[in-house]
C-alpha cells in the first residue's frame, strides 16, 4: 500500500505563509495602538453642585485649589502677579502612576461668574474649559476639554474617550463632596466597559513605567 504525504516544501509554504499573516496582524496592530496613542481626545462631562455660582466661580479659578480635591495634585504655584483673571499662569506638578509630572497652565478666557479657559502643557496638552450655569438645584459644572496625552500619561490614550469622562467625573465628585460639606466623596457609579478600560489603561501604564525604570 502506498501512503500519500505532502511534500515537505508544501508544508514549509504554508508555515511561512502563516507566519507572514501574524506578522502582518501584528505589525497592524502596533501602527493601530501608536495612532490611538497619539489621538486627540475630547472629554466631556457635567455634574450638579449645591452651591450658589459665584461661590463655585472663586473656587475652580484659582489653580491651587485643585491641592484641596484632586489626589494627582502636588503642588500648585500661582506665576503671575495681580487677581487671577486672563493671562493668569500657574505651575503644576501632578503625579501620574509612580512619577511627577511638572506643567504650566495659563487662563486664556476668563468671564467671571460663569467660564475659565485654562491652556494646559503636558501631560494634557490642549485647552481646558468649565462653564458654569446657575439651576435651582445649585450649579451646573460642565468640562469640555480637547487634548493629547504626553510622556507616561500618554498610555491613557488607549481609554476611550467616553471612559475618560468617567475618571473626569469621578474626580469632580470630589469637588462637590468638598463644597457641599461632605465629610466623605460622593460615590460615582462607572458602567463595567468603562471601567475595564480604566483599569487596563492604568495596568498598561504601571508596567511601561516599571519596564522603564529597569
Given at each position: ?20 499573516l ?28 449645591d ?5 463655585v ?6 489653580a ?25 499662569r ?14 504650566t ?12 479657559t ?26 469640555d476639554?480637547?487634548g ?40 460615582i457609579?462607572i458602567e ?6 480604566i ?10 513605567e516599571e519596564?522603564?525604570?529597569?
Amino acid at each position: 500500500m502506498t501512503v500519500e504525504t505532502e511534500p515537505q516544501g508544501s508544508r514549509r509554504g504554508i508555515l511561512a505563509i502563516g507566519l507572514g499573516l501574524a506578522i502582518a496582524a501584528l505589525t497592524a496592530a502596533i501602527a493601530m495602538a501608536r495612532r490611538s496613542m497619539e489621538r486627540e481626545a475630547r472629554i466631556q462631562m457635567s455634574l450638579t453642585i449645591d452651591r450658589p455660582i459665584d461661590e463655585v466661580f472663586d473656587f475652580i479659578a484659582d489653580a491651587r485649589n485643585v491641592l484641596k480635591w484632586l489626589p494627582s495634585a502636588v503642588e500648585r504655584r500661582k506665576l503671575t502677579d495681580g487677581p487671577i483673571g486672563t493671562g493668569t499662569r500657574f505651575e503644576g506638578t501632578d503625579r501620574i502612576g509612580r512619577g511627577l509630572v511638572t506643567h504650566t497652565q495659563e487662563i486664556i478666557g476668563y468671564e467671571p461668574g460663569r467660564s475659565v479657559t485654562t491652556r494646559m502643557s503636558e501631560p494634557w496638552n490642549g485647552d481646558y474649559e468649565i462653564r458654569l450655569e446657575p439651576t435651582s438645584e445649585g450649579t451646573l459644572l460642565s468640562v469640555d476639554t480637547s487634548g493629547r496625552l504626553t510622556g507616561p500619561a500618554r498610555w491613557f490614550n488607549l481609554v476611550p474617550d467616553r471612559a475618560m469622562s468617567k475618571m473626569f467625573e469621578r474626580d469632580y465628585r470630589r469637588l462637590k463632596a468638598l463644597l457641599e460639606g461632605e465629610r466623605e466623596p460622593l460615590a460615582i457609579s462607572i458602567e463595567p466597559e468603562a471601567g475595564s478600560a480604566i483599569a487596563e489603561a492604568e495596568s498598561v501604564m504601571a508596567e511601561a513605567e516599571e519596564l522603564a525604570a529597569r
